[in-house]
């Protein structure tokens, strides 16, 4: 590597700066761990959590027939597609359940190919800069509509990081991208001691003014059966009409 380049890049790590693709990296990397056998041994897997149930109804009245899910996770809401014959193809980060591995912002996808793109529960997972270049790949694959569901609120799953943070006095999860230096170790480990998985929260008027610019939007307000509360329940989903 060229001196000037490589003494730049360790005055970014040492202040905790990083190019965007050096952040994606990282935080790729969290989620290749959280999709690990290393973590499924010994936790629930995650995301297990289907955040589209309850736009299901609203989605059969617009009747789609071609949907992208990406964030899609353990990919369950594309197996309800399918079984209302819609095809649906899952796109995750690094869920080995999606049907393709990629990021959201660069996925392998011919324009206007889909009838909606759907994106529930991932937007805040992305990193700030990152979400007007998503915003963009969304609207370019779309051809009628977007539909998200996004969380106003700091995860809860540095818990689990810390918590899995140690064992026998070895870290478990160490970035290959980190552990090549030690300011860069430094950075993720106060990245597990702080845990939050969504580093763009931001309030709704913020979402709207962002997702807005590509098409007519309003919020949805959808009722649902919570099948772990056996309760109906309110969700809010975000609908753009490109």
Known sequence: ????????????????????????QIEKEKYDFLYSEKYLA??????????????????????????LDVGCGQNDFSKWCQDND???????????????????????????YFDYVTCFDMMEHLLQEEVDDVLKEFARIARRGLIFCISYESSKTGVVFQKIK?????????????????????????????????PTVKS????????????????LILEWLNP??????????IYTEL
């Open 1 to 24: 590597m060229n001196t000037i380049l490589h003494r730049q890049i360790i005055n970014n790590y040492k202040k905790n700066k990083f190019t965007k693709e050096e952040a994606r």
């Open 42 to 67: 010994e936790h629930a897997p995650y995301g297990a959590t289907n955040h589209g149930q309850a736009a299901y109804e609203f989605i059969k009245q617009k009747k789609v027939t071609s949907i």
């Open 204 to 219: 709704q008027e913020w979402w709207l003014e962002k997702i807005s610019n590509y098409g007519r939007t309003e919020v």
């Open 166 to 198: 140690r064992k026998e006095g070895k870290l478990l999860f160490m970035s290959p991208f980190l552990r090549r230096n030690k300011q860069r170790e430094q950075h993720l480990k106060k990245e597990l001691a702080t845990g939050n998985l969504h």
């Open 228 to 237: 772990h509360t056996n309760e109906v329940e309110n969700k809010e989903y």
């Open 86 to 112: 819609i095809d649906c193809i899952g796109v995750d980060i690094s869920s080995p359940k999606a049907d393709i591995i990629a990021p959201a912002h660069d996925m392998p996808v011919l324009d206007d």
